[in-house]
């Protein structure tokens, strides 16, 4: 672990050299990527290893409307506007001599986006309602979801205050294109929760594979809040592939059929469950440039597909075939019964 930064990848860990070389300079970072990848999480580590005495304050430009975010960042003075029935120092001056750290700056108005800018050349602050500057000395840490060089090009961005941002670029990858991260990460939040709920459980490796095989468009956040629930909702000691959300086993399922490669399909070099599960991949792409496909459908078929292929592989024995699929026996039946009714 570094600086709570928890992974075993090589693109991480070549990010975190970056950060303990950066930190110690007063060089504005922008750091990047998608949401739930640890942007924040980069930010605090740039604040605890630069040394600075002052405090870390953050704020999410975002989550705020323009004319209460002015105020926020700068401050105000009593008189100002309605309601300012006192000064108030904003979030520049409360991170006087430490780190202000500006989330989803990408959202932020084009009006600030001036202020912004020449509050970075003058190194001063003016509150709302003050003609007075207040020279502050600010590590500034921004931080955004979106392309600022496709946001400048909309015209939404201003050029000139994404050069002063810009200044050393932190490009948080997503979780799926660092897979060697989430064995790592799923044991560290399941047993960081384990604590937190005093519970005592145990975590089986199909889990962790299944987990494993997921695109986790929410990255690392949404990761850590599979981790929470199952860790909330789990009945007996040991965690199984049956305590993950629904969405989760659909999405890997579906993925499953896709990974049938071109190569195995075109030599026929297929044993005959593989070409089941091919002929499967077939009604995809059969329909695909038609009207669609038929999610629903789909997963049914390879729920079907996979429920034969337990029970053959277990000589008909319901018991094992359901562990196999780990899955309770009374719902293996249910599913059965179900698929006769489809059948009849």
Request: charged fraction near 30%; aromatic fraction near 6%.
């Amino acid at each position: 672990m570094f600086e709570g930064i928890v992974t075993v990848s090589s693109k991480m860990k070549k990010i975190c050299q970056m950060i303990e070389r950066v930190a110690p300079s007063d060089a504005t970072v922008l750091i990047t990527g998608e949401s739930g990848t640890g942007k924040e999480l980069i930010a605090r580590a740039i604040h605890r290893l630069s040394g600075r005495r002052g405090a870390f304050i953050g704020l999410n430009c975002a989550a705020i409307p323009e004319d209460i975010l002015e105020s926020e960042l700068f401050g105000y003075v009593k008189g100002a506007f309605t309601g300012a029935t006192t000064t108030r120092e904003g979030k520049f001056q409360s991170a006087h001599g430490g780190t202000l750290f500006l989330d989803e700056i990408g959202d932020m108005s084009y009006r600030l986006q001036a202020k912004l800018l020449r509050i970075i050349q003058e190194k001063s602050v003016q509150k709302v309602g003050s003609s007075t500057d207040e020279k502050i000395d600010v590590r500034l840490v921004v931080a955004t979801n979106k392309n600022l060089h496709l946001e400048v090009k909309n015209g939404t961005f201003r050029e000139d205050l994404l050069y002063r941002l810009d200044v050393v670029h932190v490009e948080l990858p997503p979780l799926r294109e660092r897979r060697e991260d989430i064995p790592v990460l799923c044991r560290h939040f399941f047993d960081k929760f384990c604590r937190k709920y005093s519970r005592s459980l145990k975590l089986s490796p199909e889990f962790v594979s299944v987990l494993s095989r997921y695109d986790f468009r929410g990255n690392v956040r949404e990761l850590q809040n599979i981790l929470e629930r199952v860790v909330l909702l789990a009945e007996g000691d040991m965690v199984t592939v049956n305590d993950l959300p629904r969405h989760v086993l659909e999405t890997v399922a579906a993925q499953n059929v896709a990974d049938i490669t071109l190569e195995e399909m075109e030599t026929g070099d297929m044993t005959p469950e593989e070409q089941n599960v091919n002929d499967l991949f077939n009604k995809i792409t059969g329909v695909w440039e038609l009207d669609g496909i038929d999610l629903q459908r789909l997963l049914q078929d390879i729920e079907k597909e996979l429920i034969l292929r337990a029970l053959n592989k277990a000589n008909g024995n319901k018991s094992l075939a359901a562990q196999f699929l780990n899955i309770n026996r009374t719902t293996l039946i249910e599913k059965l019964k179900r698929l006769c009714k489809e059948a009849a």
